[in-house]
């Protein structure tokens, strides 16, 4: 297995904040990654795949950026539905252990 | 729309095996692939693996080679996973999820199903 190495696993920010999470890959998965968020009780939903592309009715708050083999996912202005577990996933593979956002 | 529809809870004893099954409606099923993601209580996701659906090809993840075993009957749009030896690890919520398409490209888990919860329990 590719090994996906995410941090930090929890952090907490106030509405508004900025917020980054980093996912490193073990190998070159070029762009193949995609970021998902979870919410207790509820299934994953997609946010970005192919790195860096927004999917369809996210809000554009949520970013995503590829050098080489580290990866972020970024909150510009953190809502307060923001809060959950964040995940990277090499697609059709590994996920990150996860990032868990709680809203100051 | 676009659904997935998951088999109910099970418990089960150790050793034991399992079967899950995963019902597709709303797309053409033979044009996707299904995965199955599994998240042990308070844990991460984890994948387990995913079955193309146009020639039922699968691809596990290696710690599960030899348990697992995954497929398909196209004529009900069902994908059903098998689960042997169970232990008490394999106590978790098993998803299935789409595997979305972007230009002919598989990108990511678009569609998941609600889950099925296993516990493995004497």
């Known amino acids: 297995d590719i090994q996906m190495t995410q941090s930090p696993s929890t952090l907490a920010a106030s509405v508004g904040d900025r917020v980054t999470i980093t996912c490193r890959a073990s190998q070159n998965i070029n762009d193949w990654l995609a970021w998902y968020q979870q919410k207790p009780g509820k299934a994953p939903k997609i946010l970005i795949y192919?790195?860096?592309i927004l999917e369809s009715g996210i809000p554009s708050r949520f970013s995503g950026r590829r050098s080489g083999t580290e990866f972020t996912l970024t909150i510009n202005g953190l809502q307060s539905d923001d809060f959950g577990t964040y995940y990277c996933?090499?697609?059709?593979?590994?996920f990150g252990q996860g990032t868990r956002v709680e809203i100051k | 729309q676009v659904h997935l529809e998951q088999s109910e809870h099970q418990l089960q004893t150790p050793g034991a095996s399992v079967r899950l099954s995963c019902k597709a409606s709303?797309?053409?099923?033979?044009?996707?692939?299904i995965a199955w993601v599994r998240q042990a209580p308070g844990q991460g996701l984890e994948w387990m693996g995913w079955?193309?659906?146009?020639?039922?090809?699968?691809f596990y993840r290696p710690k599960f080679q030899g348990r697992v075993s995954m497929t398909a009957d196209t004529s009900t749009s069902v994908v059903f996973l098998d689960l042997t030896r169970l232990t008490s690890d394999d106590t978790a919520l098993y998803y299935c999820?789409?595997?979305?398409?972007?230009?002919?490209?598989?990108?990511?888990?678009?569609?998941w199903g609600q889950g099925t919860m296993v516990t493995v329990s004497s």
């Open positions: 709303g797309y053409i099923f033979s044009e996707f692939a």
């Open positions: 192919r790195a860096s």
């Open positions: 996933q090499q697609v059709g593979s590994t």
């Open positions: 079955i193309k659906l146009d020639n039922q090809r699968t």
């Open positions: 999820a789409r595997r979305g398409k972007k230009e002919g490209l598989f990108y990511g888990m678009d569609v």
